[in-house]
């Protein structure tokens, strides 16, 4: 599964301690996410402003559009995650 954040427009690892998601059955680890750190945060808040002026100029129309790919997205990935949840 792919676990980088987004980040303005590029995708990145965190680079802080791996939190290990377990099997609470079993025990086994079903993935490892590694956190972000601090500079990544600030990096992540920073692009979130940036980005607020051009987003709220934006006509409704374009945001539904936006929006419905994402639902696309995550639909497409809906039954790992269901799978993902009922393990964990």
């Keep these: 599964m792919h ?3 987004l980040i303005g ?3 990145e690892a965190g680079t802080e301690i791996e939190e290990t998601i377990l099997n609470p059955r079993t025990g086994e680890t079903i993935l490892s996410v590694p956190e972000a750190s601090q500079g990544q945060v600030d990096a992540a808040v920073a692009a979130a402003r940036r980005a607020f002026e051009g987003w ?3 006509t409704p129309s374009e945001r539904s559009g936006y929006l419905l790919r994402i639902a696309d997205r995550i639909e497409a990935e809906a039954l790992e995650f269901a799978r993902l949840e009922a393990l964990n």
């Design 3 to 5: 676990t980088d954040m």
């Design 9 to 11: 427009a590029k995708f």
């Design 56 to 58: 709220s100029r934006t």
